[in-house]
């Protein structure tokens, strides 16, 4: 009877440092592979939340900037002291652009500056604060209900929010369809009598309290307010330096607003140490750094621009 042994062999150590190490590297792939697509998924995640947010708000906010001045009388010029003017730059004096005494608020509080909180170094936010009478019935930024012909007061401006800063704006408490008043027929009694639209209301309410968030994490909020002389130079300006020239007409306003999304993505592609120039230029106090350049700030950011005409801005008061 024949018997047969059967010898059974095992791999070397070579062949199983060679699968090993072909293993590993097939498995390093496959990951790098996974984590590129994590990353690219994120990114374009944040890239169209900063989209809509920028979009969207921009829009709502140029669409109340081609609004003012609406219904100041005759007053097609826009100057640091138009009566009414449609940008208020000027208070508490009798040529100041807002006309009336504010409930609660201090006027120099109100108007257009630049000294707000910012995520740019060594460069302040703005403040945008305008009027128009509304053209119809309406909402306001609040989302408050404003009858045609009541006077609208707006501010723009960046809010500090558990150290997240966003764009929000802040209006004026309308008209009251309603008021209560003495019956002038007896006057231990009081009656509810219709009370119209105001285009220029002695007493304004509402600035500074219940401001609604238009965008949402924004670094930096910019205005530059477009000056002719009368010669026909026109220049650019930051709200504060057009204070200070000849009482320029305003023509046209540039604004940048600069939006980043919710989450850190490490990615080689966002730098945080770049240089950002708010209008597309490197200028000398429009152009710079991010408070924190870290790579704790490694989060997908986006520049918006939009120049807006403003309204009669170049007809001439007769």
Not at 53 to 71: A, E, P, R
């Amino acid at each position: 009877m024949n018997s047969y042994i059967s010898k059974q062999t095992g791999f070397t150590l070579l062949e199983l440092m060679v699968a090993l190490a072909l293993g590993l590297i097939i498995t390093a792939a496959a990951t790098q592979l996974i984590l590129g697509s994590f990353i690219t998924a994120k990114l374009q995640e944040a890239n169209s939340q900063i989209q809509d947010s920028g979009l969207f708000g921009l829009d709502y906010l140029v669409h109340d900037i081609q609004m003012l001045n609406f219904g100041n009388s005759n007053q097609y010029e826009i100057r640091s002291n138009t009566p009414k003017g449609g940008i208020i730059l000027t208070g508490g004096t009798a040529t100041s652009n807002l006309n009336a005494t504010l409930n609660g608020t201090n006027i120099n509080a109100v108007i257009s500056q630049s000294n707000g909180p910012s995520n740019i170094n060594a460069i302040s936010s703005d403040q945008l604060t305008i009027q128009f009478v509304a053209p119809s019935d309406m909402f306001n930024c609040e989302g408050t209900s404003v009858r045609k012909g009541d006077l609208i007061v707006q501010r723009y401006y960046l809010r500090n929010d558990n150290n997240i800063l966003s764009l929000v704006c802040d209006a004026n408490l309308p008209t009251p369809p309603m008021i209560t008043v003495t019956d002038p027929r007896d006057a231990t009694k009081e009656i509810s009598q219709a009370n119209p639209p105001q285009n220029t209301p002695t007493v304004i309410s509402g600035l500074g309290t219940g401001a609604q968030v238009i965008i949402p994490r924004v670094d930096q909020f910019k205005v530059l307010l477009g000056g002719m002389t009368s010669s026909g130079n026109l220049a650019y300006y930051d709200i504060n330096t057009f204070n200070t020239k000849n009482n320029l007409k305003i023509v046209a306003l540039k604004i940048s607003i600069l939006i980043r999304s919710d989450n850190v993505i490490k990615s080689s592609h966002i730098d945080p140490s770049k240089q950002f120039d708010l209008f597309g230029i490197p200028v000398t106090g429009l152009s710079g750094l991010l408070t924190n350049t870290s790579s704790t700030n490694q989060i997908p950011r986006q520049l918006y621009i939009a120049t807006v005409a403003l309204r009669n801005g170049l007809g001439e008061n007769r």
